[in-house]
């Protein structure tokens, strides 16, 4: 059973939205920061946002424009909201869940956004 599962990804046109979340398993406990973050082909792996169990929001440089993260912490489950999505952003979206007292960390599988027309 996955540890962390992301989901809500799909084909979407240039300007539209998509909402992503991540659900964290119920066997993982201490959780802390969660957070999102995404690779486009050939490219690393980059950090869009991440959010503490107090809903304290951290973004990546320019992020914080078209993405929104929140937090449900009684579903342990996190959501990413993109609008005006455009073709570079293009990418598989990763969700990774932070144990509190350094116990550990876990990466979902990730989810495949696509734009375009």
């Known amino acids: 059973q996955a540890q962390v599962m992301e989901s809500g990804g799909g084909l979407v046109q240039p300007g539209g939205s998509l909402r992503l979340s991540c659900e964290a398993s119920?066997?993982?406990?201490?959780?802390?920061?969660m957070g999102w973050y995404r690779q486009a082909p050939g490219k690393e792996r980059e950090l869009i946002a991440t959010?503490?169990?107090?809903?304290?929001?951290v973004y990546e440089i320019g992020m914080q424009d078209r993405f929104t993260i929140s937090r449900d912490n009684a579903k342990k489950t996190i959501y990413l909201q993109m609008t005006n999505l455009k073709p570079e952003d293009t990418a598989v979206y990763y969700c990774?869940?932070?144990?509190?007292?350094?116990?550990?960390?876990?990466w979902g599988q990730g989810t495949q956004v696509t734009v375009s027309s």
């Open positions: 990774k869940v932070d144990q509190r007292y350094a116990l550990g960390s876990f």
């Open positions: 119920s066997s993982i406990p201490h959780i802390g920061v």
């Open positions: 959010i503490n169990s107090v809903g304290t929001t």
